[in-house]
Every structure is written in C-alpha cells, then in structure tokens.
C-alpha cells in the first residue's frame, strides 16, 4: 500500500504565503514524478506543477513565480511553496505520485487526501 500524507494549508490573507508537504509512505520501489492539483468549489481540478525526480518542474501559468515546487527524493517528498496569495488560490490542493510498486512495473499515480488553502481578501 502506497499513501501520500499532505499537510500545511490553511487560512491566510491576499499577499501572505503558505507551505504544504506531501510525504509518499509504504512499500514501494521508488517514486517518479510528483505534482501538487488544486479543485476549487464548482470548478475541475487543475494541474498547479509538477516536478521530475530530476527535479525538472513544470508550472501552471497562473502560479509562476509566486509558487514554488520541490522534493526530497531520500524523503519522498515533495513540496510546494505559495506566495504573494491571492483569492482566486483558494482550493483544496491535493498531490500525487507516480509510483513503482516493483521493479519492472508500469508506474502507478497514487493521490493524498486534500489539504484546504483559504486566502481572504
């Protein structure tokens, strides 16, 4: 069993920051790429960035340069740095993880439970 723990998040006002933290724990032969989503009520869930485990990251467009992912790979994981917030941010963020359970096997896409970011204006 794979299970992606998220934590951080919460309340902040327009302009502030906020750090999450999704942590890949089980038995596993090694993570590949890993990401940070977002769903906003009534909206569809977004892709917000990505990184390699070569640490190549990818943005979307409305987060760069105010937000910011990295990893641990000895720790498997992954994290995502949020400044200069602003309301339209509010969302639950949910990571994920493309995983190998084995070696040999196709990698899996694993997601955490959702954490909730609100930005108050």
């Known amino acids: 069993q794979v299970q992606l723990v998220e934590s951080g998040g919460g309340l902040v006002q327009a302009g502030g920051s906020l750090g999450l933290s999704c942590a890949a724990s089980g038995t596993f032969f090694s993570v590949h790429a890993m990401g940070w989503f977002r769903q906003a009520p009534g909206k569809q869930r977004e892709l917000v960035a990505a990184i390699t485990e070569a640490a190549n990251t990818d943005y979307a467009d409305s987060v760069k340069g105010r937000f910011t992912i990295s990893r641990d790979n000895a720790k498997n994981t992954v994290y995502l740095q949020l400044n200069s917030l602003e309301p339209e941010d509010t969302a639950v963020y949910y990571c994920?993880?493309?995983?190998?359970?084995?070696?040999?096997?196709?990698?899996?896409?694993?997601w955490g439970q959702g954490t909730q970011v609100t930005v108050s204006s």
């Open positions: 994920n993880a493309d995983v190998i359970l084995y070696y040999g096997l196709r990698s899996r896409t694993y």
